[in-house]
């Protein structure tokens, strides 16, 4: 199993970036998905997830409102969409096979690194 994660990068307060995730090596469709994430020196924090079909999804209350999560199955590919970032946002952004709410996880990605700084 792999996933990948791209699309992080550096943005000013207020902007937006789209993470995606591939995954390879599972059927892809099966598997509840979740982005978790790392601040500096912090531990790991459970961010959003999304069911297998892309039915049900669940935010994390830092970021209701202001990210969405997504996932086209056909390509299978998970998606952050993050808005209106705040410099608390900046984080080693993982994916991840687990359920909602927690950060333990069957697999997890490399990572991609947002900063959100003026």
């Known amino acids: 199993v792999q996933l990948v994660e791209s699309g992080g990068g550096e943005v000013q307060p207020g902007g937006s970036l789209r993470l995606s995730c591939e995954g390879s090596?599972?059927?892809?469709?099966?598997?509840?998905m979740s982005w978790v994430r790392q601040a500096p020196g912090k531990g790991l924090k459970w961010v959003a997830s999304i069911s297998g079909a892309g039915e049900n999804t669940w935010y994390a209350e830092a970021v209701k409102g202001r990210f969405t999560i997504s996932r086209d199955n056909v390509k299978n590919t998970m998606y952050l969409q993050m808005d209106s970032l705040k410099s608390e946002d900046t984080a080693l952004y993982y994916c991840?096979?687990?359920?909602?709410?927690?950060?333990?996880?069957?697999?997890r990605g490399q990572g991609t690194q947002v900063t959100v700084s003026s």
């Open positions: 991840a096979t687990s359920p909602p709410f927690v950060t333990q996880a069957t697999h």
């Open positions: 090596g599972l059927v892809f469709s099966t598997y509840t």
